[in-house]
């Protein structure tokens, strides 16, 4: 006889001496119905959750509004970085609290979605909004990216068209932030920091700048000049040739042209497109007197969603770096470490801070999502305010003047 255990039931055996092991299907019997209790305990549970998501979700189209009227971004990675360690320390199974951290992040992920799919199906109009009026560059580059179709609005500065992207008055808003000759749009740059407006695409224009004046004037009448400050940084050499010249800067370079023929004044000219002079009945005195040939700007489209137009291969992130020694060696050694390249960096003063700087960095290279998530975290070490202002597909170069 076999050897039996203390207070164990008898083991039954066969005649032959050997044990007689339950049959299988009876075994699984008994788990069939423990398992049923357990997933039945389950459904129960998870349908509580699935009212909890709901409710959740619902609260974050009000945070999502709230965002929106205040030019806020929806992602704000110092808050969910500590929302997810208070979750952590909420689990009352230190064997958890990582799994916590994970469900905690992938619902916040899902809530950042939600949001943003939320503003979106707010915002019903597909106005496109650019600054200055018909004919300007900036309108060539709504045409360019959109297409002539597309229904487009102006407005007098840059500020408005964010305004109008932030507000949901346009779906989308076209900007410039920088000039292959005369380098950056300053005011932009500082818009795109003030503004929770997301970079998603990307249109170069080339410059083609002619000397505009009203019908029946010359060169040689012209005693004032009308265009943007970059209208004439970008033309050195002409402008050298005509020293006594008053230069008188404007909103925008087509508004300058519009001005000149509202003047109806010989004495007076303004520095702008073809476009410009074919949508204010003006003539062309001087044509192409940029001084760089191949002279480009670029410019970025804006929207109050992240959803980028295009296959996206380029991103733009802006920080402020802490004011210790090292900070932006480790910075700019973050890029490196994620094998992305710096195409373009750009440094803003703070204004409410002397010394201090807001840096704009344009990237290319290695750019799935978990990367940029390394590199946003890896930043935050040593930064503040760090955003991902976009993650777009490059620009081609177009020709328009």
């Avoid at 039996?4 to 039954?12: F, I, L």
């Avoid at 230190?94 to 949001?115: D, K, N, T």
């Avoid at 969603?305 to 992130?317: L, N, Q, R």
Wanted: charged share 25%; proline share 4%; glycine share 6%.
């Amino acid at each position: 006889r076999l050897p039996q255990a203390e207070d164990s039931a008898p083991m039954r055996v066969s005649r032959s001496g050997s044990p007689i092991v339950p049959s299988p299907k009876k075994r699984r019997s008994k788990a069939m119905r423990d398992l049923e209790d357990c997933r039945k305990e389950i459904d129960e549970i998870d349908a509580e959750i699935v009212k909890l998501f709901e409710r959740r979700m619902n609260v974050s189209h009000d945070i999502a509004l709230y965002k929106q009227a205040h030019y806020m971004d929806i992602l704000n990675p110092a808050r969910e970085d500590a929302v997810l360690r208070s979750r952590a320390h909420q689990a009352a199974s230190p064997e958890l609290a990582q799994s916590v951290m994970s469900l905690f992040g992938e619902i916040m992920r899902l809530s950042r979605e939600e949001q943003r799919r939320y503003l979106e199906a707010q915002t019903e109009t597909r106005l496109i909004a650019y600054s200055g009026v018909p004919g300007a560059y900036s309108e060539s580059a709504v045409v360019g990216f959109f297409g002539e179709e597309c229904e487009r609005v102006n407005y007098k500065t840059f500020e408005e068209v964010f305004l109008a992207v932030a507000d949901g008055k346009a779906r989308y808003g076209v900007v410039p932030v920088e000039n292959s000759s005369s380098g950056s749009v300053n005011d932009v740059y500082d818009l795109l920091g003030k503004y929770a407006c997301h970079i998603v695409g990307e249109q170069l224009v080339r410059v083609e700048h002619c000397l505009l004046g009203i019908p029946g004037a010359k060169v040689e009448d012209i005693q004032t000049v009308f265009s943007h400050e970059q209208g004439f940084a970008q033309c050195p050499a002409f402008l050298g040739e005509h020293p006594d010249w008053v230069k008188t800067p404007y909103f925008n370079t087509a508004i300058a042209a519009k001005h000149v023929a509202q003047m109806g004044d010989k004495h007076c000219a303004a520095i702008a497109s073809r476009l410009a002079a074919k949508h204010y009945g003006l003539e062309i005195l001087a044509p192409d007197i940029h001084t760089f040939s191949g002279n480009h700007t670029r410019f970025v489209i804006v929207s109050a969603s992240p959803t980028p137009i295009g296959i996206p291969d380029k991103a733009t992130v802006t920080f402020t770096l802490r004011h210790e020694r090292g900070t932006l060696m480790r910075a700019l050694s973050s890029f490196v470490a994620m094998g992305m390249n710096m195409t373009h960096i750009e440094s803003r003063p703070l204004h409410d801070s002397n010394w201090e700087y807001c840096f704009y960095v344009d990237l290319t290279g290695n750019l799935r999502d978990d990367h940029l998530g390394v590199l946003m975290g890896s930043l935050q070490s040593d930064c503040e305010n760090c955003r991902l202002l976009g993650v777009y597909q490059a620009a081609e170069e177009r020709t328009h003047g």
